[in-house]
């Protein structure tokens, strides 16, 4: 049981690259969340996933898109990579608790710096 | 004013101190309280969820104050091992899209 992953740990792109950052779960969960984290700012939610088929921005989109491919995989895509999305992207995965609580389970990160 | 709000630190303590953070939320609807601790350059890691009614989980207390609006994490017997950044997390509206994540207190145990 892996739990979140993410691929990939590092990346360095070039202003105007494109990339996509892949994410999966293993634990059934069915939504699915990308946020970003800069310092001092705590995390930020990009897109988030309710449930398969279903995708909803979050704070700050722009510049992003997401893909929910099946239950297990969620992306995210950066289709002209800017210095300012320099910054760690995470991906979380959950399912709701009692009460309506989201307990969220997080990926290792990738740290994505662009030049 | 942002719509959770956490003191940076850090917060310095030695071992064996007791040692309490506060969160304040603006949303008087939000509805499910969380603390998260992240340690350095690793992802964020559910410390423990707050109830109303306030509750323990070994060393840690969490405490909701809904009047007031404000969330509390209180460690006793500090550890070097609870150095991290604790992160208050505030759930609005039974919503996916409106989980807000404070930016986080530091806290570094001293020997």
């Known amino acids: 049981n892996a739990g979140v992953t993410q691929t990939p740990k590092f990346q360095v792109l070039k202003t105007g690259q494109s990339m996509t950052l892949q994410c999966a779960q293993d634990?059934?969960?069915?939504?699915m969340y990308w946020y970003r984290q800069d310092p001092g700012m705590g995390l930020r939610l990009i897109y988030y996933?309710?449930?398969?088929?279903?995708?909803d921005k979050g704070e700050v989109p722009n510049g992003y898109n997401v893909s929910r491919l099946n239950k297990r995989e969620f992306s995210l895509r950066l289709e002209s990579a800017a210095p300012s999305q320099t910054s760690v992207y995470f991906c979380?995965?959950?399912?709701?608790?009692?009460?309506?609580?989201?307990?969220?389970?997080f990926g290792p990160g990738t740290r994505l710096t662009v030049t | 004013r942002k719509e959770v709000e956490q003191d940076p630190g850090p917060f310095n303590v030695p071992e064996g101190a007791t040692v309490a953070f506060n969160c304040t939320y603006s949303?008087?609807?939000?509805?499910?309280f969380f603390w998260y601790r992240q340690d350095c350059r690793k992802e964020p890691k559910l410390l423990m969820s707050?109830?109303?009614s306030g509750n323990e989980d070994g060393r840690f207390t969490a405490q909701l104050n809904r009047a007031s609006q404000y969330i509390s994490l209180l460690i006793r017997d500090s550890k070097l091992s609870d150095s991290a950044t604790y992160l208050c997390?505030?759930?609005?509206?039974?919503?996916?899209?409106?989980?807000?994540f404070g930016s986080g207190t530091r806290l570094s145990i001293r020997p």
């Open positions: 634990m059934n969960h069915n939504s």
């Open positions: 996933s309710a449930s398969e088929g279903t995708t």
């Open positions: 949303n008087s609807a939000s509805q499910s």
């Open positions: 997390v505030v759930n609005e509206y039974s919503s996916a899209s409106k989980i807000i």
């Open positions: 707050v109830y109303s």
């Open positions: 979380a995965s959950s399912a709701p608790g009692q009460g309506s609580s989201y307990e969220q389970y």
